[in-house]
């Protein structure tokens, strides 16, 4: 005896609801396992699929902090800032990899000042990171925000946010935070 009503729940037919989001949260599942490997371009793919899928507001979130940061890591950098833009609105990740990109693209003095802001609104202090792949850190993020102060001329708020930096990478020696620690007393933009 079949039930008409319930016959096609569920499946892997088009009829949507739950299976789409499982079709999507295994996607999203399979690129930021890829971007954890290194595997950039198959990160891209699973992102763009599930770019594709329906989605929930949080999965969407994702898929575009995803995408940016698949192409970023994959050499796109300039690419990656629209999908960035998208998520960053709820998405911390996505408003470090989005901070980044305006750095590197610096068309005005405007990339570094909104660089700097979006950090630091924030704040640092809040950041916790969601995936490994990304070897995030708070240190990391406030030399980031750092970095985006000095570029934008704001020497005071630049200081203030690498010594936090410092002070948060204190137990590790020769790291990143730590090289951008010395550039900045070698730039004489801290003492």
């Known amino acids: 005896m079949t039930f008409p009503m319930i016959q096609n729940c569920g499946g892997s037919s088009n009829g949507g609801g739950t299976s789409n989001l499982i079709v999507s949260d295994r996607l999203l599942n399979e690129g930021w396992d890829a971007i ?4 950039y371009s198959t990160a891209e793919a699973s992102f763009a699929n599930a770019l594709k899928e329906p989605l929930t507001d949080g999965q969407r ?4 902090s995803g995408m940016g940061w698949a192409l970023s890591k994959n050499g ?3 690419e990656s800032i629209p999908y960035f833009e998208i998520a960053a609105e709820n998405d911390n990740e996505a408003k470090v990899g989005l ?4 750095i590197y693209r610096h068309q005005t003095t405007v990339d570094y000042i909104r660089a700097a802001e979006m950090l630091g609104n924030m704040p640092p202090e809040k950041f916790a990171p969601q995936h490994s792949g990304l070897s995030l850190n708070a240190a990391k993020v406030h030399a980031l925000a750092a970095l985006s102060y000095a570029l934008a ?3 005071d ?11 948060l990478d204190s137990m590790m020696v020769g790291t990143s935070v730590d090289q951008l620690d010395e550039a900045f ?3 004489g933009w801290k003492n």
């Not at 954890?36 to 595997?39: P, T, V």
């Not at 901070?99 to 305006?102: E, I, R, Y």
């Not at 708020?157 to 002070?167: I, L």
């Open 36 to 39: 954890k490997l290194g595997n």
């Open 61 to 64: 979130a994702s898929a575009h």
């Open 76 to 78: 796109k950098i300039l």
């Open 99 to 102: 901070a980044g990109a305006l």
């Open 153 to 155: 001329g704001d020497m």
């Open 157 to 167: 708020q630049a200081e203030v946010y690498m010594n936090k930096a410092a002070a």
């Open 185 to 187: 007393f070698l730039l």
